[in-house]
């Protein structure tokens, strides 16, 4: 159902470097850039993450509630995406676990505060 989400960014160079490192574990190459925007995602694949200075020039901010979840192809993966948000300026918000019998994940927060997590369900 979801076609892409969107998130804004403060400085675009710095957050790139956090997004391209995820991307780059998941397969998932930019495939749309402007000036002040970019776009990681596979035309016709699952949903992708845009990333923005906001339209009205205004400082971004985080949205209390909102995150966003990249879905991963086993545990190992969970960890390695974890891993390399930590790396990469990214903060803990969670390390991979598991979370009831079916759902397991690591939360972590962006450079800019946005919360994301790498997970597997079963």
Do not use: H
Not at 19 to 29: F, K, Q
Not at 57 to 80: H, P, T
Not at 82 to 108: H, K, Q, V
Request: glycine share 16%; net charge negative; with cysteine.
């Amino acid at each position: 159902m979801i076609g892409y989400v969107t998130l804004g960014t403060n400085d675009l160079a710095k957050a790139a470097v956090f997004y391209d490192a995820i991307a780059a574990e998941l397969d998932t190459p930019r495939m749309m850039e402007f000036d002040g925007f970019i776009a990681w995602g596979k035309p016709g694949g699952a949903a992708g993450i845009g990333l923005t200075k906001p339209f009205d020039g205004n400082a971004a901010s985080v949205g209390n509630g909102v995150m966003v979840a990249l879905e991963a192809k086993d545990k190992e993966q969970v960890q390695r995406i974890y891993d390399i948000a930590l790396a990469n300026g990214g903060t803990c918000e969670g390390p991979p676990g598991p979370r009831g019998d079916t759902f397991y994940a690591g939360y972590f927060r962006d450079p800019d505060g946005n919360k994301l997590n790498a997970f597997i369900m079963g």
